[in-house]
């Protein structure tokens, strides 16, 4: 298949990549803390015949340094694009933070039809690296809306004053431990799936070591269930964080932070996962 790639400079830094005759299908593309461009994925989609758009949502010109009241009109920005060039048909795919987003979006904006969730969570937490004034702490969202703070759960830092062991480290007991100190929060901080109007396609791993992603999506699936929106859980018990797509690269190895699973057990979640995803896509 033919495809076209375009650089974006403006409203953000992003590529668009599209088959040759376009597509009814648009799907945003969000990478997770690091917040980057991530242009294999969006050719691999756009290989299956969807305009794919990936897109830098802080780090650039004009946005907040950290992922710190992140506007989520960023991505309903990224909608409108999509939305101009011809698509009909809306999906937003995010992996951890960018699910976080990818999430919290569809909520708010009625036309987004699919969310993909790669190694979500269920609530919103404080922000990672500083805010458009620089500063870090104390711990403030890491989304707004309309100028607003979306409401969120801090992490506890007294977790950074143990042991943990050598480099890479397992910070899924940060936020395990958070979640306890922070227990009064959990509830106003729930990302709401259940208001969306958009299908949700969740893909977990058991063996995540960065956040329980897994319990965290079955939490999403209930919410979604209890209310009769549509859902599809995949997981495996082995993958870990970083689930790579049919056609993507293996993850490349981290010394800073564990990320859980293997790169083969990672791979294999996300093919076992790959139909359910193209099938969401496609549909009318």
Known sequence: MELVERELTVPWEGVLVEPAGGSRTGVVVLLGSSGRVDRERARVLAGQGVMALSIRWYGGPGQPPGICEVPLETFTAAVDLLKER???RIAILGTSKGAEAAMLTAVRDPRVDVVVALAPTSVVWGNVGPGLDGRE????????WRGEPVPFVPVDDTWLEGDHGPEPVAILGWYEQSERTFAARLEAAAIPVEQARADLVLVAGGDDEMWPALRYAQELAG????????VELISSADAGHRI?????????PMTTYAYGGTPEADARLGRAAWEPILDRLRRD
Do not use: H
């Open 86 to 88: 011809g698509a009909e």
């Open 137 to 144: 702490r104390p711990y403030r969202s890491s989304w707004s």
């Open 223 to 230: 919410r979604r269930r209890a209310v009769g929106a549509p």
């Open 244 to 252: 790579r797509l049919p056609g993507e690269s293996p993850a490349a």
